[in-house]
């Protein structure tokens, strides 16, 4: 598979990065993963005590980001900030396998909004790119939404698979039976080439340790 992000994109100030892993295990999890987990959600706790969302640099450069396309912020939370809200307000979040596990220990630890996607899915390559007229997908929820003209969004040889940072759609969706994995780590302005790089490294990392696999950096 093959995975492009058009110029009209990268001019916004996005920047990415493209992995995929492959024979994962993701259903046994054994008691040095749950240690782990447990471990890394309480430093989570610890880390952001005090925390203020409206001035983090790194969750505002989406802000801006997306005020560049017309994107209005409310309605429109990127993943990594709904995440972080929902972690600091105690509230539960998706658990239902070891990848989706690290994701959220990652996403939250990062700030940075994370796809992840089975790789099985996937028709043909996926591009990350703007939509030149309105377009249709289905949600996680099963309700149609739109894609906006402006907006970007990655897509396969076929479907939407995620617009903006905000809402990935139903293909792809990971389940305990995903061997393998598509990934994108997404950074604005406001966020350096090395330090995606850094969380690249510590998501492949954390799945190989726990999940087996073997990874491979498609796009940087």
Do not use: W
Request: hydrophobic share 35%; net charge neutral.
């Amino acid at each position: 598979m093959k995975f492009t992000v058009k110029r009209e994109v990268l001019d916004l100030g996005l920047k990415c990065i493209g992995i995929t892993i492959t024979n994962i295990d993701n259903k046994n999890q054994t008691k040095e993963f749950i240690d782990f987990k447990d471990k890394a959600y309480k430093a989570l706790k610890d880390k952001y005590k005090g925390f203020d969302i409206e001035t983090d640099l790194i969750l505002r450069g989406f802000g801006k980001l997306h005020k560049k396309i017309g994107i209005k912020r409310r309605k429109n939370i990127p993943v990594n900030e709904s995440i972080l809200k929902r972690f600091l307000k105690g509230n539960d979040l998706v658990k239902t396998s070891k990848l989706i596990e690290i994701y959220n220990i990652v996403t939250l630890d990062s700030r940075l909004p994370i796809g992840m996607h089975d790789l099985e899915k996937i028709d043909g390559n996926v591009t990350l790119q703007l939509a030149h007229s309105t377009l249709t997908y289905t949600s996680l929820e099963g309700e149609e939404k739109t894609v906006n003209q402006g907006e970007y969004f990655y897509t396969d040889n076929k479907d939407i698979l995620y617009r903006l940072e905000v809402e990935q759609t139903q293909k792809t969706n990971i389940t305990e039976n995903t061997q393998n994995v598509f990934i994108t780590i997404e950074g604005n302005e406001d966020t350096s080439a090395e330090y995606l790089m850094e969380v690249a490294e510590e998501i492949i990392y954390l799945i190989t340790l726990y999940c087996g696999g073997e990874p491979q950096i498609i796009y940087k």
